[in-house]
């Protein structure tokens, strides 16, 4: 098939009505060690997907996965469907085309991820390059309304400086306008706040989803923080060992949680999640998750989260099914909390 009739293919399937992303079987994978393996996740077009799970859970690597950005020596398979068109499977020079036009990301760490030997406007100019036929004069003015966009002071100023003199917060919003540059489609967001202070964390989360509803822009969001995820976000999946062990509507998963490593991290952050549903966890000790996340390879059969899990049977031993919830959402879990069960982990 021609590249013009795949991309008239892939457009037929936007109009279907199918989410912008969808992933099925993805796996990746070093020296046969699983480190992603998601049987299914869709992100809906213009909407927010959380994405949460401890530390090590396996959240940058899915995320970066997405557009084959895995470590170089790991191993992709699966799918991974953008508006219908297949992404795996193609050449880097054609996912080139898809980074940074198609989505955009975010880094956590924007220190790290700029260049400190170029002016910020330059490294948005060059976002911009790779993606459109502006003229110069063009891309000067749309770097210009994109440090205008991200809500920065003084922009004619503020472009020509280096990162290292600009505050954590104006290097973050250089990072989103960089991501946003091209209008993506869907924007990755991986712990765009969490080395910021309590009062620009909350800029830079109201700025991510007035940009989201601007541009009718997806964002995968990808945190530790239930009560950001709670806020911002219409749908969450919870990530353990590079699988999703839960996904669904944000309330339904955290006010009901099913699996029971989902209601193992709502016992061990209660406040993050202030809502009725946990009140009654409030003022009472936290009850940390046993153990650590175990390496790539050394996860047990069946449930990954069996060996920390106070509830687990015989039967967790076994892969679990997919389980659909009514509030559209799923759970892979043998002993699964019930639908009305207050979040607790004690067993």
């Known amino acids: 098939m021609s590249t013009r009739a795949v991309d008239e293919a892939a457009e037929a399937g936007a109009d279907a009505g199918e989410p912008l992303i969808a992933v099925r079987d993805l796996t990746v994978s070093i020296d046969g060690n699983e480190l992603v393996a998601i049987d299914e996740l869709d992100i809906p077009r213009g909407g927010r997907l959380g994405l949460v799970g401890e530390s090590g859970a396996g959240k940058t690597i899915t995320a970066l996965s997405l557009l084959d950005l895995q470590p170089r020596q790991a191993q992709r398979t699966g799918?991974?469907?953008l508006e219908g068109r297949e992404l795996v499977g193609l050449t880097d020079r054609e996912l080139s085309r898809v980074r940074g036009a198609d989505v955009g990301v975010v880094l956590q760490d924007p220190t790290s991820a700029l260049n400190p030997l170029t002016r910020v406007g330059r490294q948005i100019d060059e976002a911009i390059r790779m993606h459109s036929s502006m003229t110069r004069r063009q891309r000067k003015e749309r770097v210009l309304e994109l440090l205008s966009q991200v809500q920065l002071p003084d922009v004619k100023q503020l472009r020509r400086r280096f990162p290292h003199q600009l505050s954590g917060g104006q290097r973050q919003r250089v990072m989103i306008a960089i991501g946003i540059a091209c209008n993506p489609k869907l924007l990755i967001a991986d712990e765009p706040s969490s080395s910021l202070d309590v009062n620009v964390q909350a800029e830079i989360l109201d700025l991510l989803v007035r940009l989201?509803?601007?541009h009718n822009m997806a964002t995968l969001f990808i945190s530790h923080n239930l009560g950001v995820v709670r806020m911002i976000c219409?749908?969450?999946a919870v990530l353990y060992g590079g699988k999703v062990v839960e996904q669904g509507p944000s309330d339904a998963v955290l006010d009901h949680p099913r699996h029971r490593y989902t209601e193992a991290l709502i016992a061990a952050n209660p406040d993050q999640i202030a809502s009725d549903a946990v009140q009654g966890a409030l003022g009472q000790p936290l009850w940390p998750i046993p153990?650590?996340?175990?390496s790539p390879g050394q996860f047990p059969s069946g449930c990954r989260f069996r060996n920390r899990?106070?509830?687990?049977?015989?039967?967790c031993a076994e892969d679990p099914p997919i389980k659909r919830t009514p509030a559209d959402g799923s759970f892979i879990c043998w002993n699964p909390a019930d639908d009305g069960e207050r979040p607790d982990a004690r067993g």
């Open 79 to 81: 799918s991974v469907r």
């Open 212 to 214: 989201g509803e601007e």
């Open 234 to 236: 219409e749908r969450v």
């Open 291 to 294: 153990g650590e996340t175990p």
């Open 309 to 315: 899990c106070a509830h687990a049977l015989a039967s």
